[in-house]
């Protein structure tokens, strides 16, 4: 490990920064319960790996990208799993969402949706967002800019 010191910071900021990352991980799962394993998941696995932490990243970004790893890698893993019958909720939270954008949202592919929540959702910079999924600026504001255009078209669609 580089220090006691990365991990001290690391800890802290996953303790500052905690219901952002639920609220991250709860934009892609869309369960309570499973954006919270997700977030536990992801403190566990960045404070087990802090020494692979790039020093030009920021220890935020770095716990954003590992919480959105850690959901798609839940979304993938369930789909993947068949089950033969589902059990109905009986009980919903009560939370305000705006269904049509996060009916819209769900159109979008896993790199559109990805800058988005983190652009809009988590108040990322681009040069952020950039550094999160590796992708060059250009691209990250090419991704946004058509993913808004698909935002845009799906919501106004029933407008007409």
């Known amino acids: 490990m580089k220090s006691a010191k990365l991990q001290q910071q690391i800890e802290n900021e996953i303790l500052q920064?905690?219901?952002?990352?639920?609220?991250?991980?709860?934009?892609?799962?869309k369960n309570p319960d499973d954006?919270?394993?997700v977030v536990q998941e992801s403190a566990y696995k960045a404070i087990l790996h802090a020494d692979e932490m790039h020093f030009r990243e920021t220890v935020k970004g770095w716990l954003c990208r590992i919480v959105v790893n850690t959901a798609l890698d839940l979304i993938r893993r369930r789909k993947r799993e068949s089950l033969t019958e589902e059990i109905?909720?009986?009980?919903?939270?009560?939370?305000?969402?705006?269904?049509?954008?996060?009916?819209?949202?769900d159109t979008l592919d896993e790199r559109e949706k990805t800058v988005v929540m983190l652009?809009?959702?988590?108040?990322?910079?681009?040069?952020?967002?950039?550094?999160?999924?590796?992708?060059?600026?250009?691209?990250?504001?090419s991704i946004l800019y058509r993913s808004l255009r698909k935002l845009k078209v799906k919501l106004t669609e029933g407008d007409t």
């Open 88 to 105: 109905p909720e009986t009980g919903r939270e009560d939370t305000y969402e705006n269904i049509d954008v996060m009916r819209a949202l």
């Open 35 to 37: 954006a919270m394993d």
């Open 119 to 141: 652009r809009f959702f988590q108040d990322m910079k681009l040069s952020e967002i950039s550094s999160i999924t590796g992708e060059s600026l250009s691209s990250v504001k």
């Open 17 to 29: 920064s905690y219901q952002s990352l639920y609220r991250l991980a709860y934009s892609y799962v």
